[in-house]
């Protein structure tokens, strides 16, 4: 049960009564929260049953269940229901979002690990097939994006965001082949479960994750990727941001690992100019 989500539908039919109670538990929940019955409803100005009845009202059995189930929607974040204020001036918004991947840039250049890149690029462009592994919106992108770099090298590369065809993908690769996870939150399980199945038959992995998180334990290599986030939740996360970089640094290593690479993206580019762009001026890396 979500409480203020039964709020936000109720809102409309709430009395002038049970609108007073609503409106604190939007605008001081840590009073809400710890009140007795009597507390809140002398704040709200209102009667202790009318208390139960609101109570009754967002979905909960009593005021003893109403406060269980308040404290359970504090995990959910109260940044959701107290957006962090900021301007909605464009000019404001693009210097917020600019500024917050710049220092994601800054940050991952800082922490960077190199040894564990150069490893990881040496891996990936001897290996004889490499599977791109990532779920949910950003970590799947980051699969197509490694799919995306790797395969104009002359790399045998595929990408999955399917937990299922990532495990069967995992139970059939070999020894001479490399599996690349994608993970934010560093916790998903999924993907820990295919590291491991992968290992066991001697598959090299390597995490683009958070460090010392679930995934990270499982892989053979780790690219660590830890950044902090601000509280705006309308701004996209900087962390893909970084996590673009990081992969473009890595493909990038790993071309000057492949003897043959400027051959294939030349082959490429000559189709691209003979039958799309007429010329060469067009961006050399796509």
């Known amino acids: 049960m979500d409480i203020f989500s039964t709020l936000q539908e109720e809102k409309a039919r709430l009395s002038p009564s049970e609108t007073r109670i609503a409106d604190i538990l939007l605008n001081d929940f840590e009073f809400a929260v710890n009140a007795s019955i009597i ?3 002398e704040k709200a100005d209102v009667s202790p049953p009318t208390v139960t009845r609101f109570c009754r009202r967002v979905g909960c059995e009593s005021f003893s269940d109403f406060k269980v189930q308040l404290a359970r929607t504090a995990y959910v ?8 204020p ?9 210097q917020d979002i600019i500024t917050k991947a710049q220092n994601a840039l800054f940050l991952l250049h800082r922490s960077l690990d190199l040894a564990a890149i150069e490893q990881a690029a040496e891996k990936i462009a001897k290996a004889e097939m490499i599977y791109a592994f990532g779920s949910g919106g950003n970590s799947s992108m980051i699969a197509s994006e490694l799919q995306n770099r790797l395969f104009r090298f002359g790399l045998h590369v595929t990408a999955s965001s399917d937990h299922g065809m990532q495990l069967m993908l995992a139970a059939a690769a070999k020894s001479t082949h490399v599996i690349v996870g994608s993970s934010f939150s560093g916790r998903n399980t999924e993907l820990v479960r295919s590291f491991t199945l992968a290992r066991e038959t ?9 460090a010392d998180s679930l995934v990270a334990k ?18 996209p996360t900087s962390t893909r941001i970084a ?5 473009d640094i890595l493909a990038s290593l790993v071309a000057y690992n492949i003897p043959q690479a400027a051959v294939t993206l030349r082959r490429i580019k000559q189709q691209l100019v003979a039958h799309r762009d007429g010329d060469d001026r067009q961006l050399l890396g796509d």
Not at 77 to 84: A, D, T, W
Not at 202 to 210: C, K, N
């Open 86 to 94: 900021k301007s909605r001036d464009p000019g404001d918004v693009a």
């Open 202 to 210: 001697g598959v090299t992995t390597i995490a683009l994750t958070q």
């Open 218 to 235: 499982a892989a053979d290599i780790v690219i660590p990727i830890d950044l902090a986030e601000g509280n705006n939740i309308f701004r």
């Open 77 to 84: 974040g109260m940044r959701y229901l107290r957006p962090e």
């Open 243 to 247: 996590y673009l970089a990081a992969v």
């Open 39 to 41: 507390e809140l409803a």
